[in-house]
């Protein structure tokens, strides 16, 4: 995850891992990290965007990041814009892992990022993957030639060389504490595939910290990034595009779209980027859907509001809750990430859901409710009395009723019964989750 300077927590230091395409960077990276953070799978080109992890090796801690395979790159071309993601992360870095494969030996696209790489100050490792068993290890001799040093062997598959390579970076870093556990707000960034989440992220940042490009499904891994705004703390995640199921026919985008449903999981609030011109597609009402299900808050962000005309946001929003009638309970920002419109007042709705989802309602005010909810008309109708009503846990708030006949409580009923809590705590945005008990 990556720091700001202007977040008061210590500095680690970076460890940044290039290599050309297919040579296990990003299997290295999970072998350090300890998990599966990155997306693995034979073909080349998974990693795009820089993905950092903060970690702790033998009580001393430092930030590592994956960057995508180093290649030539076109003028104008995806592979360009992935260049300046690698030189970036080189760049933001204090070591250099450079990975090779000892299976395929040294090719040209080794040779050119060597180069580069020499003409830079920072201290560099240079790592042959691919080496199995103890017999391959005479594979690493003909990579001295890059003028690198020492290779380390090593075996991402096999989890060969790896503690010697972490306890060598270790080396000069002075023990620390842990790493710092504040609580961000973690917020997912969700949406069909094409909807502006990295344009959104990177008017956030300020910075092209993820890569801005046209073609769908750009962003594969789920890129957690550290910000904080109005002295709030962020864990803003940055996900891939997620897709039904019927239209994935690479494993990319497979695993690309796991991510996203792990990453909604995890966040405390997600903000759910849909098209301004598509409005509610079936996609985005699977995405709110499942956020829901989650039990997380939620946001829905109307993107490229600029090109829209001749519409008022109230008939939109109408519109959206006619495809999808939970979105009357949901904030509805109009956003545009290319003019900035609305795009930082975001960070404060999503704030405001947060607090939202935590609520935890005093005696009194429990009290108060039950018993404006059985003096109401629609229950008094149906004859129903509800005996007791008791908070079990927030994020999201969930509620126990005490009720005489439990068939008495139709479908109906608990939805006014849940529409009945959002009027009465505040509760737009955050699910609430309410059960019923006969006594």
Same mark, same amino acid.
């Given at each position: 995850?990556?720091?700001? !300077? ?14 050309? !395409? ?36 033998? %009580? ?16 104008? +071309? ?66 001295? /030639? ?18 010697? &390579? ?57 890129? $957690? ?23 994935? +026919? ?28 598509? %409005? ?14 989650? %039990?997380?808050? &939620? ?6 509001? $600029? ?32 003019? %900035? ?10 704030? @405001? ?9 005093? !005696? ?9 909810? +059985? @003096?109401?008309? /629609? ?58 008990? /006969?006594?």
């Amino acid at each position: 995850m990556v720091r700001y !300077p202007d977040m008061d927590k210590p500095k680690l230091l970076k460890i940044a891992i290039v290599g050309r !395409p297919n040579v296990g960077k990003s299997s290295i990276f999970n072998r350090i990290v300890g998990a599966r953070k990155a997306i693995v799978e034979p073909s080349s080109g998974t990693t795009r965007d820089r993905l950092h992890a903060d970690i702790r090796w033998k %009580g001393k801690s430092f930030t590592v990041i994956d960057t995508a395979g180093f290649e030539e790159a076109a003028p104008g +071309n995806m592979a360009e814009l992935v260049l300046k993601q690698i030189r970036s992360g080189v760049k933001e870095a204090d070591i250099i892992l450079f990975v090779t494969d000892g299976m395929a030996g040294i090719l040209p696209q080794d040779r050119e990022l060597s180069s580069m790489l020499r003409k830079t100050s920072k201290k560099v490792y240079l790592v042959v993957n691919k080496i199995d068993t103890a017999s391959d290890t005479a594979k690493t001799s003909e990579f001295f /030639e890059l003028g690198l040093g020492d290779p380390y062997a090593v075996s991402a598959m096999h989890n060969r060389g790896i503690e010697k &390579l972490c306890d060598d970076l270790a080396k000069g870093i002075e023990k620390s504490g842990d790493i710092d556990d504040t609580r961000p707000v973690k917020v997912a960034i969700v949406g069909r595939p094409n909807v502006g989440k990295s344009s959104y992220l990177n008017f956030i940042l300020s910075e092209e910290r993820v890569i801005v490009h046209p073609t769908a499904g750009t962003t594969r891994d789920s890129i $957690d990034i550290d910000f904080k705004y109005k002295d709030r703390d962020y864990l803003l995640i940055d996900t891939a595009g997620i897709r039904h199921n019927a239209v994935i +026919n690479r494993a990319s985008d497979f695993y690309g779209s796991v991510r996203s449903k792990e990453s909604i999981k995890r966040c405390d609030v997600a903000i759910v980027l849909i098209d301004g011109f598509e %409005g509610l597609t079936k996609d985005s009402i699977r995405i709110i859907d499942e956020c829901l299900e989650e %039990g997380k808050g &939620l946001v829905v962000a109307v993107n490229k509001w $600029d090109l829209v005309k001749g519409v008022e946001t109230s008939k939109y929003k109408d519109r959206l809750a006619t495809n999808m009638s939970v979105v009357r309970y949901l904030p509805v920002v109009f956003i545009s990430c290319i003019t %900035g419109l609305n795009v930082k007042s975001t960070l404060e709705v999503i704030w @405001n859901v947060y607090e939202r989802s935590r609520t935890v309602i005093q !005696p009194d005010k429990i009290a108060d409710i039950l018993k404006s909810l +059985n @003096n109401a008309a /629609e229950i008094n109708s149906k004859r129903i009395k509800f005996v007791f009503l008791k908070q079990k846990g927030s994020m999201p708030p969930e509620f126990i009723m005490g009720v005489r006949d439990l068939k008495a409580v139709s479908e109906n009923l608990k939805g006014f019964v849940e529409n009945f809590f959002r009027k009465s705590c505040d509760l737009d945005g955050v699910p609430v989750r309410i059960s019923f008990e /006969e006594v």
